[in-house]
């Protein structure tokens, strides 16, 4: 019997408070995949946890009724980190494969701290802080790292990491999500692989 040909996973961005602009990383970074979805929110303005997470949770939905099986990287911003890591404590079958956080926003600033996962999540995860982001110190990005199991960095004196603060174009982000593609392909390369194709497999 023939196994189903293996999907690479698609992109999904999610946005932090009031969207991310034009000039944006995040929305360079999206031009870059012709089959990415972004998660729009209804009100851009106002940071309710579960209406964001809700969105997630649609956006993911609709893409699975026109693509059975697909899965994603995703990349959040700020407070767009705090709804994928409340949507991953929601949906332990979540087709999110991988997930960048950057410059995730503090949960206690928001009082949401209770609802997001409190232990490792089960998928390779990285959080991206900077030294002078006046939405969340580093060190409690790193705290929130390690309980996550997610690889941590800082880019240093990067402010909230977006455009204010310089951002544009990403590349760590675009090499992110090109090597996590790559680790998920071999992953699943045994699952998948014809029997045929097994002699050629590194």
Known sequence: MRTAAFQAPRLLVVPGLHDS????WQSWLQAQYRDAERV???DWADPQLER???RIDATLERVAE???GVSFIAVAHSFGCLALARHLAQNADSPVRAALFVAPADPDKFGVAGLLPQRRLPLPSTVVASDTDPWMTAASSRRWAQRWGSAWLTLGDA???NTEAGFGPLPLARRWVTAMAARLA???RPRHA?????????
């Open 66 to 68: 026109r693509q059975r």
């Open 21 to 24: 602009g034009p000039v944006h």
């Open 159 to 161: 402010g909230h990491i």
């Open 40 to 42: 729009v929110q209804r």
């Open 186 to 188: 071999r992953e699943q």
């Open 194 to 202: 014809a029997l045929a194709e097994w002699s050629f497999s590194v």
């Open 52 to 54: 964001w997470a809700a």
